[in-house]
């Protein structure tokens, strides 16, 4: 139940792959009578369990299962966007405050936690088919330097592939055409919670947890997927495991390459994260950072006393 008191309407959980946000979260939750509301943008897939690290079982703690939301709500080879996370998330958060408990956000995927947090005004760019068409047959490099024309890159996804960057290109020539729209949002004033883990105990963490879904038939995961129909240009669009599983399942890579590439790329992908929300901090978002191996009891209790003030 929420403090009536309190300044706060929304408690934020984030930070880096394999900082243990997930498990702080869901007992943080548990804790204060909270819903867990995902920040993540590929655990929202159906059957991409392995891949995206859902740990599902995060959310059962002592027989009572934590209601969470935006977890498995599309099917794999959807191409969901920001503007569907927003309006996703609103519609959650509402319905968690109705429910008078905590609504807490938990995830590392910064574009979608800025998007609730400054409330971005998006809007729902449709396809440009004479757009679509021209940019037919360029390359990643082509495409870059034509979105670099419309914005500086400073998120890398948006040219990790062909599709993305040309519907990033499409996304932003919608921008500069078209005026803006009023987007009506509710109010959020969030309590920011970062989960912060020692660069070598996160590496190792990333190696140690790779190694173990890999066991776990990340794999087989992957192939099932593909025999359901899913495309490889589509899974390798959601970018890191989806991306070197899928090479090496259609034999692009093998075994040892696709391990030794990926295990690189998550690496990289979580100094990105920490890149992200440092630059949030510049841009005057207050984090209070709790220690990834102090006791959850400790880090519970900070939460409380920092939801009072």
Known sequence: MQHPNSPYNLIVILGPTASGK??????????????????????????????????????????????????????????????????????????????????????????????????????????????????????????????????????????????????????????QTNPEIVVELPEVNPLIIGVNIDRDARRKKITDRLKKRFDEGMIDEVKQLLESGVSPEDLIYYGLEYKFLTMHVTGQLTYQQMFDKLNVSIHQFAKRQMTWFRGMERKGAKIHWVDAFEPIENRIEKVANLLKA
């Open 22 to 175: 997930t498990t702080f979260a869901a007992h943080l939750a548990k804790h204060l009578d909270g819903e867990i509301i995902s920040a993540d943008s590929r655990q929202l897939y159906k059957g991409m369990d392995l891949g995206t690290g859902k740990d599902i079982e995060d959310y059962t703690i002592d027989g009572y299962t934590i209601p969470h939301h935006l977890i498995d709500i599309v099917e794999a080879g959807y191409k969901y966007n920001v503007f569907e996370y927003q309006s996703d998330f609103f519609k959650a958060f509402e319905k968690v405050q109705f429910n008078n408990r905590w609504p807490i956000m938990c995830g590392g995927t910064g574009m979608y936690i800025e998007s609730v947090l400054k409330k971005y005004k998006l809007i729902n760019v449709p396809v440009n088919k004479n757009l679509r068409d021209s940019l037919k047959g360029k390359d990643l490099n082509e495409l870059t330097s034509i979105l670099s024309s419309y914005k500086s890159l400073h998120n890398q996804t948006d040219t990790d592939t062909v599709k993305r960057a040309i519907r990033a290109i499409e996304i932003e020539e919608y921008y």
